[in-house]
């Protein structure tokens, strides 16, 4: 009897320890799957970002605003009831997608982005105003617009602070190819019509 225990029992505790093993492995292997498909999610967040930004950063800045505002001065001082087109800023599309896990998104990143992204808010809800404001005194709409043209200087900034952070960020990151901005040093400082940036 005491030889048959013996070796059952080695074997049971033989057979414990590879079953622990097994899993611990099975463990391992799950969470390096799993940290790999979060880390290429946060750098594919990041890249998409990146090039949306990029992409207005190159709107923001083209023409020249202070000839813009010269413009809207002279036309309001021509004509009481004239009012310049100011257009609506393009769907960010990438971020309202993106803003619903932006927690796993560095933190510099995070700051940065927001930060751009609030303003821009700010910036749209006000040419909803500015497109409302036609009943206003022309001296009124001159500073209406002239606000809105340094929302657009800050909102320059911004993108330019967040497309840094993003780029800091994806520098470090294997595979992770940072997408061309262009240059807009040729500003375009032709007003085709009464539209504004």
Do not use: C
Request: glycine share 4%; aromatic share 6%.
């Amino acid at each position: 009897m005491d030889l048959w225990v013996g070796p059952a029992i080695v074997a049971a505790l033989v057979s414990a320890l590879v079953s622990a093993a097994g899993w611990f492995v099975t463990s391992w292997q799950a969470q390096r799957v799993d940290a790999k498909r979060r880390a290429e999610k946060v750098r594919d967040f990041q890249i998409a970002l990146r090039a949306e930004i990029a992409s207005e950063l190159l709107v923001l800045q083209v023409g020249n605003r202070k000839e813009m505002l010269d413009h809207v001065a002279s036309a309001l001082a021509a004509d009481a009831q004239y009012q310049p087109f100011v257009p609506l800023l393009a769907q960010n599309l990438v971020f309202d997608q993106v803003v619903k896990e932006i927690h796993i998104l560095p933190g510099s990143v995070i700051g940065s982005v927001i930060a751009y992204q609030r303003l821009r808010q700010s910036v749209e809800h006000f040419v909803t105003d500015i497109r409302q404001a036609k009943e206003l005194p022309p001296q009124r709409k001159l500073l209406m617009i002239a606000d809105y043209f340094d929302m657009l200087d800050r909102l320059e900034v911004l993108a330019a602070n967040a497309a840094s952070a993003l780029d800091a960020s994806l520098i470090n990151k294997p595979g992770a190819a940072l997408p061309s901005q262009g240059s807009a040093s040729g500003r375009d400082e032709a007003l085709s019509g009464h539209s504004l940036p």
